[in-house]
């Protein structure tokens, strides 16, 4: 079998492990932006805005961080409440860095099974990061 075309594991979770690992290892603080609307996403609804969150996932911010392969998990406080999130590594739109704002922005074809640059028809829109407070 040709190893090229053996569909891949997605990138999206390796990238966003290596991308918090470097934005801690520079002494900011790692923010995850994350589409809320999906129905497996279980994040403090109050803080949504506009169908999106932004989440500190910072080491003092949160406890139990798990960044898997398939989902995120931690413990965090919000106005002082301790609230268990979880969503899938699929709804994280970007990771950056609070301070620069320097990290990565995840569009759609990057939640698919594999890099295969022959999957989409069209060519994908130019992603567009910003910060929001």
């Keep these: 079998m040709n190893k090229a075309s053996v569909l891949m594991l997605p990138s999206q979770p390796y990238l966003l492990r290596a991308i918090y690992e470097w934005i801690v290892d520079n002494e900011m603080t790692p923010y995850?932006?994350?589409n809320a609307q999906n129905d497996d996403v279980h994040v403090p609804v109050q803080y949504v805005d506009n169908g999106k969150i932004v989440l500190n996932i910072a080491p003092r911010a949160v406890s139990r961080l798990e960044l898997g392969n398939?989902?995120?998990v931690f413990?965090?406080?919000f106005s002082g409440n301790p609230t268990?999130?979880?969503f899938p590594v699929n709804s994280v739109m970007a990771i950056y860095a609070k301070e620069n704002g320097q990290?990565?922005?995840?569009n759609e074809n990057d939640n698919a099974g594999g890099d295969d640059p022959k999957s989409s028809s069209n060519k994908p829109k130019r992603p567009n990061?910003?910060?929001v407070k």
């Excluded at 990290?103 to 995840?106: A, E, L, N, S, T």
């Design 70 to 72: 398939d989902e995120i």
């Design 32 to 34: 995850v932006l994350v």
């Design 129 to 131: 990061l910003k910060l």
């Design 75 to 77: 413990s965090a406080r």
């Design 84 to 86: 268990e999130v979880c």
């Design 103 to 106: 990290g990565m922005v995840f």
